[in-house]
């Protein structure tokens, strides 16, 4: 391996960038919605995952990283850096032409996030950091959920009465599925709390390269349940990842989600 850790995710992140323009211009609707099996996370598989991923393997193959993919999972080359990278999160969105959708990526070294790269494909947008990396908080700072603006991720069976009674809290309210796009926006002030009010939905691929973007931007990730999050690979891990413009903030929201 002779790129930087930063190049590697940089590289990465514009191959994904350009399949999934190509694959958006060219596939008819019901091409992106179709699905193909089961990923290696046990969630179906779309079509537009694989065409997006392929192209990012090749890349890291190149390398010779290792890999943990939300689609392939645990590609073991001997390496010391592993890349976790997450092709298409909001995929749902992305087939359906809602534009909320972006690749996640970040270099683990020793089970320490090394580096981290999110690019939001129909904005361009890019978020880019480095664990070394000494940047300004652009986090709100909000420590209460009185006024707070949250995104969360869509009420389910076992989590409507937490969903409600965080929402009934804070003051705005979004659900824009995915959990890339608005752990980044967290990280950039624009909100002040994304989290999973309790569902276990979050895998590593959605939270590693968010992790340390929002923490490096001044905020707090953790999970409902004080779990640590691993780079095992086992995708069959879950979390419900809380992460907030403060531990203050993360810890009125835990607090209220278990009730």
Request: one cysteine or more; aromatic letters at 6%; a negative charge.
């Amino acid at each position: 391996m002779t790129a930087s850790l930063a190049e590697i995710l940089s590289e990465c992140s514009h191959t994904a960038w350009r399949a999934y323009r190509h694959a958006m211009g060219t596939m008819s609707l019901e091409e992106r919605r179709r699905t193909i099996g089961e990923g290696a996370d046990g969630t179906e598989t779309f079509l537009l995952d694989v065409v997006v991923e392929e192209p990012v393997l090749e890349v890291l193959e190149r390398h010779g990283v290792n890999v943990l993919s939300e689609e392939v999972g645990w590609i073991d080359r001997g390496s010391s850096v592993t890349v976790v990278i997450d092709p298409v999160d909001g995929t749902a969105n992305a087939a359906a032409g809602v534009p909320i959708a972006a690749f996640a990526a970040a270099a683990v070294v020793d089970e320490v996030i090394e580096e981290a790269r999110v690019l939001w494909f129909d904005t361009g947008r890019e978020w880019a950091v480095s664990r070394r990396d000494v940047r300004p908080s652009t986090v709100t700072g909000r420590t209460v959920l009185d006024g707070a603006s949250v995104s969360l991720l869509r009420p389910r069976e076992s989590t409507v009465e937490a969903w409600y009674r965080l929402a009934g809290q804070s003051s705005r309210v979004r659900v824009l599925g995915s959990s890339v796009v608005e752990a980044c926006l967290v990280a950039d002030g624009a909100i002040d709390l994304f989290c999973d009010p309790g569902g276990d939905v979050h895998r590593i691929v959605d939270i590693a390269a968010t992790k340390l973007l929002v923490e490096q931007a001044g905020g707090c990730v953790l999970d409902l349940h004080a779990r640590p999050f691993t780079f095992e690979p086992d995708l069959g891990l879950r979390w419900s990842g809380v992460f907030a413009a403060s531990p203050e903030l993360a810890d009125a929201a835990i607090a209220c989600i278990l009730g």
